[in-house]
């Protein structure tokens, strides 16, 4: 009995990828992703899971330092990843069959 498995990742087809230009500008409201970033609060890197909502933005700042407000879904409030970071996509299968011949 062979097992075939058919996923569907629909418009996710970014997988493993870090983010880049294409991914930034096409973000969209409940996009979820893995974010990586040193935080001088912490004295370390961190990494959190994190959400794209309207209220999130890429900028510079004054200082000329690139900032990213994202949704951390691990202390459920906004934070600033500042300096570089980077984005680990976390795919949702929206679909999948399953065929046991």
């Not at 973000?27 to 909502?53: E, L, Q, S, V």
């Not at 980077?86 to 299968?93: A, D, H, R």
């Amino acid at each position: 009995m062979a097992a075939k498995l058919i996923v569907d990742i629909g418009d996710n087809s970014m997988i493993g990828l870090s983010l880049n230009k294409y991914r930034r500008n096409n973000m969209t409201n409940n996009d979820t992703f893995k974010i990586t970033y040193f935080a001088k609060k912490h004295g370390k890197h961190i990494t959190r899971n994190a959400k794209w909502t309207d209220k999130c933005k890429e900028f510079i700042s004054q200082k000329g330092i690139a900032c990213m407000v994202y949704l951390d879904l691990d202390a459920d409030g906004y934070r600033t990843a500042t300096g570089k970071w980077s984005i680990k996509w976390l795919i949702i299968i929206s679909s999948y069959t399953l065929d046991l011949d």
